[in-house]
T-cell receptor, first 113, second 111 residues
Framework: GENVEQHPSTLSVQEGDSAVIKCTYSDSASNYFPWYKQELGKRPQLIIDIRSNVGEKKDQRIAVTLNKTAKHFSLHITETQPEDSAVYFCAASIRRNDYKLSFGAGTTVTVRA | NAGVTQTPKFRILKIGQSMTLQCAQDMNHNYMYWYRQDPGMGLKLIYYSVGAGITDKGEVPNGYNVSRSTTEDFPLRLELAAPSQTSVYFC??????????FGEGSRLTVL
């Protein structure tokens, strides 16, 4: 099955700096890569996703890049703000079935004021 | 729309007891899922359904059962609860592929 590894497990950044989270996946057939944000005690919510026919996608301060050859994808958050503090999960589709996802273990991001 | 509604929010079970976690969605989504979330482990897929009458196993199905008699409801049944099933359970739904909409979660403790 799909194996998604996520690094780092914790990340502390100064407000205004950038944060980068990296994920690797094992199944070359995976074709859908979403990122979810989970605030403390809340449900996970989708913040951005990318499909295998695209190398980069941006939405305001967040961006995702995908390297299919190397089988890794990354989340970039620029100009971090206190409300960016949360746990972030990457995920990859299991084979080409992008309704079935394998999640990474999560990265706890803390933005220091 | 209420979105995805899970009940109960909290439950304590004794070893060997059984219970059902309820999940309902009012978005007419055809896909529904059950995940469990353990500290530092991310979300693991237990069972999923692509439509009424169709269910299939995910990554960690042992000890659980599901049914999907209607588009709206996707209950998760735990038979013979074990301490290893202590976790936070999330139900989710999606329209075809793409964004998962999660419920608020159900925190289950098995003692």
């Amino acid at each position: 099955g799909e194996n998604v590894e996520q690094h780092p497990s914790t990340l502390s950044v100064q407000e205004g700096d950038s944060a980068v989270i990296k994920c690797t996946y094992s199944d070359s057939a995976s074709n859908y890569f979403p990122w979810y944000k989970q605030e403390l005690g809340k449900r996970p919510q989708l913040i951005i996703d990318i499909r295998s026919n695209v190398g980069e996608k941006k939405d305001q301060r967040i961006a995702v890049t995908l390297n299919k050859t190397a089988k890794h994808f990354s989340l970039h958050i620029t100009e971090t703000q206190p409300e960016d503090s949360a746990v972030y999960f990457c995920a990859a589709s299991i084979r080409r079935n992008d309704y079935k996802l394998s999640f990474g273990a999560g990265t706890t991001v803390t933005v220091r004021a | 729309n209420a979105g995805v509604t899970q009940t109960p929010k909290f439950r304590i079970l004794k070893i060997g007891q059984s219970m059902t976690l309820q999940c309902a969605q009012d978005m007419n989504h055809n896909y529904m899922y059950w995940y469990r979330q353990d500290p530092g482990m991310g979300l693991k897929l237990i069972y999923y359904s692509v439509g009424a009458g169709i269910t299939d196993k995910g990554e960690v199905p042992n000890g659980y059962n599901v049914s999907r008699s209607t588009t709206e409801d996707f209950p998760l049944r735990l038979e013979l609860a074990a301490p290893s099933q202590t976790s936070v359970y999330f139900c989710a739904s999606s329209y075809n592929t793409g964004e998962l909409f999660f419920g608020e979660g159900s925190r289950l403790t098995v003692l």
